[in-house]
């Protein structure tokens, strides 16, 4: 009996030491992350600025990773829960519907965020906020993609109208396509399933493909870029990152390098030397790059 009591005691003499430990130890702030959804620009975003905070700080922060799944509604309601929280010193969102969330609902804590196209045009600026914008002239979409495919003539223009934007971007890119004397084609779906049935019933109208900045688009690009691989049709996305889901080129932002820039923005905030006003808006450069081995996949199966 003897034994017992004293093992007894012993486990809860350990118990309530790990108790007071876990409850002098300080607790590391928390920088919490919103994305509004999973692809691979918008998961290198996240990975690069993680990194750079992390590396910079010295692992001085926890983070905190919150994805709204392509849910508008599920990113206000994870907006509300982060808000709420007293731990939580500073927000990253990645996507248009992440930032939006957060500002409609926190005005102090600093907001830093990356994939964002037009901060100012939807009223997203403001002295707590601060991130890299992924815009570009769309024109440059289609002069890239023209110099690389000159012999197309009809482009597919993938689009997504359930946004006010995506009608924005669409007459943007048919005014560029009627400059250089191409025939623009609307290829357009609110869902994913929406787009692969309007791309699949387009293919023999088209003889290329362009892909603006969209989650919805981005999330199902990979099976998008196969069918139209299976019709020899080049796909040119806006985005570098679309070449890993089978674009033949892209024409757009290294969105792992937003994240770095918004990630070294976060830095200089979080150590006090800066404000997320004194960085607003950062503005980065488009640049192309060319899938060699989707191209040569395409030049094999015209020869053969």
């Not at 990356?114 to 600026?125: D, F, H, M, Q």
């Not at 815009?135 to 197309?152: I, R, S």
Request: net charge neutral.
């Amino acid at each position: 009996m003897k034994k017992v009591v004293i093992i007894v005691g012993v486990l809860l003499a350990l118990w309530w030491l790990e108790w007071k430990i876990q409850n002098i130890s300080p607790k590391k702030p928390v920088i919490a992350v919103l994305q509004i959804a999973s692809h691979a620009a918008l998961d290198a975003s996240r990975e690069a600025f993680v990194r750079e905070v992390q590396t910079k700080l010295d692992n001085a922060y926890t983070i905190v990773v919150k994805n709204a799944d392509g849910s508008i509604a599920n990113a206000q309601a994870i907006a509300q829960s982060l808000v709420s929280r007293d731990d939580v010193i500073a927000y990253y969102a990645i996507g248009t519907p992440a930032l939006q969330a957060l500002v409609q609902k926190e005005q102090k804590r600093p907001i830093f965020y990356a994939a964002v196209t037009y901060p100012e045009k939807l009223g997203l600026v403001a002295d707590n906020v601060a991130g890299a914008s992924d815009y570009f002239d769309l024109h440059d979409l289609v002069e890239y993609a023209h110099t690389l495919m000159p012999v197309a003539n009809r482009v597919g223009i993938l689009y997504n109208p359930g946004t006010e934007i995506a009608q924005y971007e669409l007459s943007v890119l048919e005014a560029a396509c009627k400059k250089h004397g191409l025939s623009p084609v609307r290829i357009a779906g609110v869902t994913e399933g929406d787009i692969i049935t309007a791309l699949k019933s387009n293919l023999r109208k088209i003889d290329l493909c362009v892909a603006p900045t969209d989650n919805m688009i981005a999330s199902v690009l990979s099976s998008l870029t196969a069918y139209c691989a299976q019709e020899n049709i080049p796909v040119v996305a806006a985005w570098q990152t679309a070449l890993q889901d089978g674009a033949t080129a892209a024409c757009g932002m290294d969105y792992a390098q937003l994240g770095r820039a918004v990630g070294s923005a976060a830095v200089d905030v979080l150590a006090g030397k800066k404000t997320p006003a004194d960085f607003g808006v950062i503005r980065m450069h488009a640049q192309g790059i060319v899938n060699e081995m989707m191209v040569k996949k395409m030049i094999q199966k015209d020869l053969s």
